[in-house]
């Protein structure tokens, strides 16, 4: 009887390591020299890196991920300096991830060219990180992407004066409550509110309703919000994720950030 526990125990055991092992191989980006691609190329004069899985599938979409403080490095490195936790999500997501170096200017006529490097692509989606540039894009080329997204940003104060939304977008948005760069009250002359910038893309979908549900944090981290407006009548599908912390950057360290985008954006 002895023999026979020892037997079964002996498998669980090692059942339980290569699970851990193969999870560890799956969800690392540096690693992911077997399992990414990082390629360097130029989008109309502006720095980017192109991520994807090896065995990506033809006609996968394509995330485009606008960042102001990125540093590319060689593509030797195991893991390029972009807040690239992101890339890992490559694997889980299936899609290409093409990071663009920015200096927070409002001109995104730039974007116009994104597609013609991914021909293929069935969609196209734009996130930005440290930035508004996803709401100047959202306004001024509302049809270039299939949904747009931003984290840790805000609309610049000029561009929510001129108001220039066209038509209603799907959009997400992930905030850090006490962010001390992009506040979530806003800076005067320079960018408005979260909640003003979230109520601009809300008021085009005249969503009259809401709904909030709470996600579980990391460990010992704040606690994180959902705001789901529904009912627009166009259709389009807008979610603020709110994070009580003082974090001025994401890497997965609050919560499943880039799940939830992915998430959100693959229904879109």
């Known amino acids: 009887m002895k ?49 994807k899985p090896i065995d990506l599938e033809a006609g996968a979409p394509v995330v485009v991920l606008l960042s102001d403080d990125m540093t590319l490095r060689s ?18 997501g299936r899609y290409a991830l093409c990071v663009i170096g920015t200096e927070g200017s409002g001109d995104v006529s730039f974007l116009s060219s994104v597609g013609g490097l991914f021909p293929e692509a069935s969609k196209l989606y734009l996130l930005s990180y ?4 996803s709401y100047t894009a959202a306004m001024k080329m509302p049809d270039a992407f299939a949904a747009y997204g931003c984290v840790s940003g805000a609309i610049d104060v000029e561009a929510y004066r001129a108001n220039g939304f066209q038509k209603p977008v799907s959009f997400v948005h992930v905030h850090a409550t006490d962010n001390s760069v992009y506040k979530w009250n ?41 705001t789901h407006y529904i009912n627009g009548q166009s259709g389009c599908d807008v979610k603020l994720y709110s994070v009580e912390s003082g974090d001025n950057g994401w890497c997965d360290q609050e919560f499943e950030v880039y799940n939830q985008i992915w998430n959100f954006f693959k229904t879109h």
Not at 8 to 37: P, Q, R, W
Not at 195 to 218: H, M, Q, W, Y
């Open 3 to 51: 023999r026979i526990i020892f037997i079964i125990t002996s498998l669980l055991l090692f059942a339980a390591v290569s699970c851990e092992k193969n999870g560890t191989d799956e969800g690392t980006a540096g690693g992911g020299e077997s399992s990414l691609t990082y390629e360097t190329v130029s989008v109309a004069g502006h720095d980017a890196v192109v991520v």
């Open 75 to 92: 593509l030797s490195a195991k893991a390029p300096d972009i807040n690239f936790k992101a890339a890992e999500h490559c694997l889980i």
């Open 130 to 133: 440290r930035n508004g540039l």
């Open 186 to 226: 806003g800076v005067e002359d320079k960018y408005v509110s979260v909640p003003l910038s979230v109520g601009a893309i809300v008021a085009l979908d005249k969503c009259i309703t809401f709904e909030n549900s709470d996600l579980l944090p990391r460990e010992g981290k704040g606690r994180v919000t959902c």
